[in-house]
């Protein structure tokens, strides 16, 4: 019985007091899977020296052949204070369910937030984060950008011609908050003023506007499309999601309105003209 119990008290003791030497790594992974790799004495990006302190007075300096990977630790974790997460003892138990855990040190925003996104409501942290530590990403996500939500989401841009820039580099957080927001799809804000953030606002001095166009998604997909312009239908059938087609026709010279653009008359956003037809396409301006 002697063998038995002094493994339990080395255990005991390294898990208690958070240790991280070799020797208790040693330990513990001989007992239990899921032990995290040594994390380095500093979180601190190794500088690869100058010119200057590589000259002949000073001698050659070694260098590695592949620059130090960088390194994001998790506080806890690199100060070694285990037990700020996990129960002491032998077991791997956490002291709280997560996010509860997690809300210890992190600020709570899911408590006000109306709109959360679904794995961070679930408490299920690390579907993104390591809790560790994480040799390339910040934040100490899994992975970045747009691999990482594909994991979950759909890959909408398999078989699109048409994607939003943004949306292609995978810059998702340019327009969406990953965790809580009090908006619709978790947008940092609402449209145009999101827009606004990358294109031109053409609304402030227009005179005339159309009446959709504060409402930008309701003809353009924010990801991608298979059409131009991220229109989220051919324009010759776009508008006739809201014009009815009967009263386009009664209209004098639109006996075709089926089978042209409308663009190739009308300003799509914003005109001088109360029909925003484009310059040089009013027939009453030509008489």
Same mark, same amino acid.
């Given at each position: 019985? &002697?063998?038995?119990?002094?493994?339990?008290a080395v255990?005991?003791?390294?898990?208690?007091?958070? #240790?991280?030497s070799?020797?208790?790594?040693?330990?513990?992974?001989?007992?239990?899977? #899921?032990?995290?790799?040594?994390?380095?004495a500093?979180?601190?990006?190794?500088?690869?020296?100058?010119?200057?302190?590589? @000259?002949?007075?000073?001698?050659?300096? $070694?260098?590695?052949?592949?620059?130090?990977?960088?390194?994001?630790?998790?506080?806890?974790?690199?100060? $070694?204070?285990c037990?700020?997460?996990?129960?002491?003892? =032998?077991g $791997? #138990?956490?002291?709280?369910?997560?996010?509860? &855990?997690?809300?210890?040190?992190?600020?709570?925003?899911? @408590?006000?937030?109306?709109?959360?996104h679904?794995p961070?409501?679930?408490?299920?942290?690390?579907? +993104?984060?390591?809790?560790? %530590? @994480?040799? %390339?990403?910040?934040? &100490? =996500? *899994?992975?970045?950008?747009?691999? *990482?939500?594909?994991?979950?989401?759909?890959?909408?841009?398999?078989?699109?011609k048409?994607?939003?820039?943004?949306?292609e580099?995978?810059?998702?957080?340019?327009?969406?908050?990953?965790?809580?927001?009090?908006?619709?799809? =978790?947008?940092?804000?609402?449209?145009?003023? &999101?827009?606004?953030?990358?294109?031109?606002?053409?609304?402030?001095?227009?005179?005339?506007?159309?009446?959709?166009?504060?409402?930008?998604?309701? +003809?353009?997909?924010?990801?991608?499309?298979?059409?131009?312009?991220l229109?989220?239908?051919?324009?010759?059938?776009?508008?006739?999601?809201?014009?009815?087609?009967?009263?386009?026709?009664?209209?004098? #010279?639109?006996?075709?309105?089926?089978?042209?653009?409308?663009?190739?008359?009308?300003?799509?956003h914003?005109?001088?003209?109360?029909?925003?037809?484009?310059?040089?396409?009013?027939?009453?301006? @030509?008489?």
């Amino acid at each position: 019985m &002697l063998v038995p119990v002094a493994v339990a008290a080395v255990c005991c003791a390294a898990l208690t007091a958070g #240790g991280r030497s070799a020797t208790t790594r040693k330990w513990l992974t001989f007992f239990f899977d #899921g032990v995290p790799a040594e994390c380095p004495a500093t979180n601190a990006i190794i500088a690869v020296p100058s010119s200057a302190e590589n @000259s002949p007075a000073s001698g050659p300096v $070694q260098t590695s052949a592949t620059p130090p990977p960088f390194y994001y630790g998790h506080p806890p974790f690199v100060d $070694q204070k285990c037990t700020a997460c996990h129960e002491a003892g =032998l077991g $791997q #138990g956490m002291r709280k369910k997560t996010p509860a &855990l997690c809300f210890d040190c992190h600020k709570d925003f899911l @408590s006000a937030a109306k709109v959360k996104h679904q794995p961070v409501e679930a408490g299920d942290c690390k579907s +993104c984060h390591d809790p560790h %530590q @994480s040799d %390339q990403n910040k934040k &100490l =996500l *899994l992975k970045t950008g747009k691999a *990482l939500c594909f994991d979950c989401h759909d890959d909408f841009f398999e078989k699109a011609k048409s994607k939003h820039q943004p949306a292609e580099n995978g810059d998702c957080l340019a327009c969406h908050n990953p965790h809580a927001t009090d908006r619709k799809k =978790l947008v940092n804000k609402a449209t145009p003023a &999101l827009c606004w953030d990358c294109h031109d606002n053409f609304i402030e001095k227009a005179k005339f506007k159309h009446d959709v166009v504060e409402d930008c998604n309701t +003809c353009h997909n924010p990801h991608a499309t298979g059409e131009s312009k991220l229109l989220t239908k051919i324009i010759s059938k776009l508008c006739f999601d809201c014009h009815e087609e009967k009263d386009i026709k009664a209209v004098k #010279g639109h006996a075709n309105a089926e089978i042209k653009s409308c663009v190739d008359c009308h300003d799509p956003h914003v005109g001088t003209d109360k029909n925003l037809l484009k310059p040089g396409k009013n027939p009453a301006a @030509s008489k």
